[in-house]
């Protein structure tokens, strides 16, 4: 009896680690962009609230460390859904598949502009991509070669701009709006630089540009303080606090809605979401989420999210990208040519 009683208890102990991490959860874990957060936060609140699933977990981890959690693979202990400020990169791409996380869906659910923004006690500021561009750039153009920045404040770089010190607090590598402000900011500027002989996006480490983590109201209350500090972070940041902190004009024009989604502000980008296929029907709660977020009552024209800072897609546009989801329409490695 004794020797059966222990075959029992061994095996109970074998299936109870058999479902260790691989077991269903019941909530929904979310990780990626600090900037897609404040929206992927809301509708998680909206789900708990309003249905009988509990609120999912969402984390700020960056574009970048979401992916690299996302991709880890199909298991359970992974989350089931990558934000991202930027779209996903082949590299990330591959890793999934290598990894197992065969099946992934692509969703675009509206347009952000980057801001450079500063004290609103302080006068209009007005900046090009080139003037941004020689404060932060690791080397800048001096008698046709590159050297050490040596640029401390702004009237160096260009004597129109007041003789005020260069100090940005910005996003870090592990964060997608490091990578749109890269690309939109530093290599449209450095293509247009002979010097640079090509796009060039290294940033300087000697203190005047700050990676400062993936909480953006952090850079919020460091501009409260510093009139001569200027953050950049995503455009809702900038709305929810216009009380407190302004824009920067960049070429001539400020982030508003209309100019954002008309490409007029010259450093808008495209947010994302991705859904790990394999989790869609294990996860209680799961589906729903995905189909909560891009329903009209939160991406539309007139939705729950656009109040807090999101600049939504044309009408036809959301229809295709619900339909894509309902469709489990896959991305394939030739989507991010």
Not at 106 to 132: C, R, T, W
Not at 173 to 199: C, H, K, P, Q, W
Not at 298 to 303: D, K, L, S, V
Request: glycine share 8%; with cysteine; hydrophobic share 35%.
């Amino acid at each position: 009896m004794k020797t059966m009683l222990r075959i029992i208890l061994g095996a109970l102990v074998v299936f109870c680690l058999g479902m260790g991490p691989a077991q269903a959860r019941e909530q929904v874990k979310i990780v990626g962009s600090s900037t897609v957060y404040p929206f992927s936060a809301y509708v998680a609140e909206e789900l708990g609230a309003t249905t009988r699933y509990p609120t999912p977990v969402v984390e700020a981890t960056g574009s970048g460390g979401g992916m690299k959690l996302f991709s880890e693979g199909p298991g359970m202990d992974t989350p089931d859904i990558s934000n991202a400020s930027r779209r996903m990169k082949k590299s990330e791409y591959e890793r999934c598949q290598k990894n197992g996380v065969e099946e992934v869906i692509e969703v675009m659910f509206g347009y952000d502009g980057i801001a450079l923004a500063q004290n609103v006690e302080n006068p209009p500021l007005h900046l090009s991509l080139k003037d941004i561009t020689l404060a932060v750039a690791r080397e800048v153009p001096q008698g046709g070669e590159l050297v050490e920045n040596p640029y401390k404040y702004w009237d160096e770089i260009n004597p129109d701009l007041a003789h005020r010190e260069i100090l940005i607090y910005g996003p870090p590598t592990t964060s997608g709006t490091r990578d749109a402000f890269e690309e939109l900011v530093m290599e449209a500027a450095t293509e247009e630089i002979e010097a640079y002989n090509g796009e060039y996006t290294q940033i300087r480490s000697d203190g005047v540009y700050v990676p400062s983590g993936e909480n953006d109201n952090l850079i919020v209350q460091r501009l409260t303080k510093d009139q001569d500090a200027l953050g950049i972070f995503g455009y809702s940041y900038l709305d929810e606090n216009r009380d407190r902190i302004q824009a920067a004009f960049i070429q001539g024009v400020q982030p508003e809605p209309e100019t954002i989604t008309s490409g007029e502000y010259p450093v808008s980008r495209s947010l994302y979401f991705y859904v790990k296929v394999a989790h869609l029907d294990k996860v209680p709660g799961m589906q729903e989420y995905v189909d909560l977020f891009i329903s009209e009552k939160m991406i539309g024209e007139f939705g729950y999210l656009k109040g807090i800072g999101l600049i939504a897609l044309p009408k036809e546009k959301r229809d295709e990208i619900r339909e894509k989801v309902e469709q489990r329409d896959l991305l394939a490695l030739e989507d991010l040519s």
